[in-house]
């Protein structure tokens, strides 16, 4: 393996003292798209249900700290299958390949199902991959997953009645086409997961649930009764949209709010069924299962992040790098192993996950993660290392970079047009909305801000797709 794309020297990290290779835990990583914040229960929301989720929250551990790799899908992804920042990563933008992908995560790229796999796990995939064209280097089936089911495009995912689905390397022909939309997506995605736990219930599994809800665009099957409820509930008057759909951009929604809380309850609803076939597996007491999105909430597709309070009350949503965009709900459940009803401020990020499986599974990693084990803070057991830093990267509406130093945090704007431009900073700690810029006061800490943003940014030649001067 080509150990400097990782830009760092080789270590080990510290083997699991938590579980012997008999008592290896299952993995259940559920990620959603483009869910903000606020959109859960027990994150504040007053206007969409999810007791399912609510349920994890309430029976392990949530974190208000925690962010995704980046502000929008593919680089927030490939830093949680990495484990490493977005000025480490391969993958820093939504770089697309037509007719069908996007730019793939390099061959020699070690990721999280290929630790799952050198564990002795079986390892599956299911909703959107993102990092990779079909039989590229990047492909799922190539980076450690024995099964994957979905979109390996996310552009494709824009649809949720697509007229094929990847399942490996073979294309799935769907009855789906404009105007007869009848196979959902989600559906048939949800179904295959389930039977990958049915198959794999004797030996450890690591399940990746990337599922596609609540990203636009905000379509349901026909006569969806959580569509209807939500309707009635909000007393929503439908918009007038145009009645047919040719396929470009989104598909218009008459009735954009109750669409959305539809489709994060729908979300809920699918949490419940695999928190079900654990428990009907007799697996729930040998299952961590981890609930996080990728990014902050989408305003497309008639989406009205404000009518929910999605970002929690922060500022900005998805593709900004103020809390809003990228700080995420994260919740941990492993029954018996993770004590309920907890609240956790423990700074971190995506890049925390893979060290953190690593531990859990005994295995050590053969380059330096950006992140570290979050072992102590799940089971309360040892001190909990923390971050001198985190850091963001943004390769789109002309750059953007951003440091958590502490309760610091600094933004800066455009920086590929300008590399000099100023860094706005805020004291999270007093000012957890970012409205009041206090570079001016503390010069010193802006100085510090921005030699991580030098030092973090790495140009690396193997990885030529990276055109952003950062």
């Not at 830093?389 to 002309?398: A, C, I, N, T």
Request: net charge neutral; aromatic share 12%; with cysteine.
């Amino acid at each position: 393996m080509n150990i400097t794309k990782h830009f760092f020297t080789i270590f080990l990290v510290t083997s699991s003292l938590y579980v012997t290779a008999q008592e290896k835990p299952n993995v259940i990583f559920i990620l959603a798209d483009d869910m903000g914040y606020g959109d859960l229960g027990c994150y504040g929301q007053a206007l969409i249900e999810t007791p399912n989720i609510d349920k994890l929250a309430s029976g392990g551990i949530r974190f208000t700290q925690f962010y995704g790799g980046t502000s929008v899908c593919a680089p927030s992804r490939a830093s949680l299958m990495t484990g490493l920042h977005t000025g480490h990563t391969p993958i820093r933008g939504n770089y697309e390949v037509k007719a069908e992908g996007q730019l793939p995560l390099p061959a020699a790229t070690y990721t999280m199902p290929e630790m799952f796999k050198a564990a002795g796990y079986k390892t599956g995939a299911f909703g959107k991959w993102g990092m990779g064209f079909p039989g590229s280097e990047g492909d799922p089936v190539n980076q450690g997953v024995d099964q994957f089911y979905g979109y390996n495009c996310q552009r494709q995912s824009h649809n949720f009645f697509p007229d094929h689905l990847w399942d490996n390397l073979k294309r799935v022909e769907l009855n789906n086409t404009l105007t007869r939309q009848v196979e959902y997506a989600p559906e048939l995605i949800q179904k295959k997961a389930i039977s990958f736990m049915e198959r794999n219930r004797s030996a450890p599994f690591f399940m990746y649930m990337a599922y596609t809800l609540p990203h636009a665009g905000l379509q349901l099957p026909d006569g969806d009764k959580t569509f209807e409820y939500y309707k009635r509930k909000f007393g929503e008057q439908p918009k007038n949209v145009k009645s047919e759909w040719d396929g470009s951009g989104y598909q218009p929604q008459a009735y954009p709010h109750a669409a959305y809380a539809a489709m994060v309850t729908k979300l809920d609803n699918y949490v419940g069924e695999l928190v079900s076939k654990l428990k009907e597996l007799g697996l729930e007491k040998n299952t961590l299962i981890i609930f996080t999105s990728d990014n902050g909430p989408h305003r497309e597709g008639g989406n009205d992040p404000e009518f929910f309070n999605s970002s929690g009350g922060f500022k900005g949503i998805k593709r900004q790098l103020t809390e809003g965009g990228i700080r995420e709900p994260v919740i941990a459940n492993w029954q018996g192993k993770i004590k309920g009803g907890q609240t956790s401020d423990y700074i971190g990020a995506f890049w925390d996950f893979l060290p953190t499986f690593a531990e859990l599974a005994g295995q050590s990693l053969p380059f330096r993660s950006d992140g570290v084990s979050v072992l102590p803070v799940l089971l309360n057991k040892g001190k909990q290392k923390q971050h001198d830093f985190l850091y963001w990267e943004f390769h789109e509406d002309g750059g953007r970079q951003a440091v958590r130093m502490g309760n610091w945090k600094g933004i800066k704007e455009k920086v590929m047009k300008n590399p000099a431009n100023p860094i706005a900073l805020y004291d999270l700690s007093k000012d957890p909305k970012e409205s009041t810029d206090l570079a001016g006061k503390y010069p010193e800490i802006v100085k510090k801000i921005q030699g991580i943003m030098i030092r973090a940014h790495v140009e690396e030649k193997n990885f030529p797709f990276i055109t952003g001067k950062l």
